[in-house]
């Protein structure tokens, strides 16, 4: 299981937010190519970005900053979200030297465009889903549509889509422990792999995540918990490898 620092890209700067409101963040480093090299220099072995701007502004805005850092490390796997809703924004980013692309709001709103995305980038492309209480959020977890998770899961399981990127929306960004029983759901629900996200807040949390890696989950994201410290991501990872 891997563990995955997120650098979550607001205004050019490295942020974290509560439960997905862009009023509610704190500014971590005005570097974000810094603390990629942190994590990397810590052993990451992939790097979660997400364009915050992006999300709501439906295209990339941090772009530069995004390939700056996939030009700093070419050799590493980087997932990128927020505001991916063309083949264009995936051409740029593939040409930019990331690896993975998360399909958020525009895989709930066109599930059609995933199907057509997995054929044109096979092996690129990655599925946010973002729940609270089972159902998912869109456009920047400003909206709750009516549709379960688990059931847009399943709609993605023949199109070849990498992994799912499963956050539930209250614990994110909270310091609350993950949700492992929605995430287990989450990956029983589909043989797509699911990479757990939200709430992930010391080494209980990635231990009982690991406890349940069979199921499908195949890696953790962590924002809060290794820029505050209460997470050490070298030591996670380690503790996943043995």
């Not at 570097?31 to 072995?45: H, I, K, S």
């Not at 209480?133 to 889509?161: H, M, P, Q, Y």
């Not at 792999?193 to 990635?206: C, E, L, Y």
Request: hydrophobic content about 45%; proline content about 3%; charged content about 25%.
């Amino acid at each position: 299981m891997l563990i995955i620092p997120a650098i979550d890209l607001k205004d050019g700067q490295c942020v974290r937010l509560r439960q997905g409101d862009m009023d509610d963040s704190t500014v971590f480093s005005d570097d974000p190519v810094a603390v990629a090299r942190r994590w990397v220099e810590q052993g990451a072995r992939r790097l979660h970005l997400v364009d915050l701007n992006g999300a709501f502004a439906g295209r990339p805005v941090n772009g530069e900053v995004v390939a700056a850092i996939a030009a700093a490390y070419p050799e590493l796997p980087i997932q990128i979200g927020g505001g991916i809703r063309s083949a264009d924004t995936i051409e740029y980013y593939l040409q930019a030297g990331v690896r993975y692309l998360i399909i958020g709001t525009k895989a709930v709103k066109e599930p059609e465009f995933v199907t057509q995305v997995c054929r044109d980038f096979k092996g690129h492309i990655i599925v946010g889903l973002d729940a609270k209480d089972g159902l998912v959020a869109t456009d920047g977890w400003a909206e709750v549509s009516a549709l379960k998770a688990a059931d847009l899961a399943r709609r993605f399981e023949r199109d070849g889509v990498e992994a799912i990127v499963y956050t539930d929306i209250a614990r994110d960004g909270m310091m609350q422990g993950v949700n492992v029983a929605a995430t287990v759901a989450m990956a029983q629900a589909s043989s797509i792999p699911v990479i757990a996200s939200g709430g992930i807040t010391n080494m209980d949390d990635i231990k009982a995540l690991k406890a349940q890696a069979h199921h499908g989950i195949c890696g953790a994201i962590t924002g809060r918990a290794i820029y505050e410290g209460s997470l050490d991501m070298a030591e996670a990872q380690r503790w996943c490898d043995g």
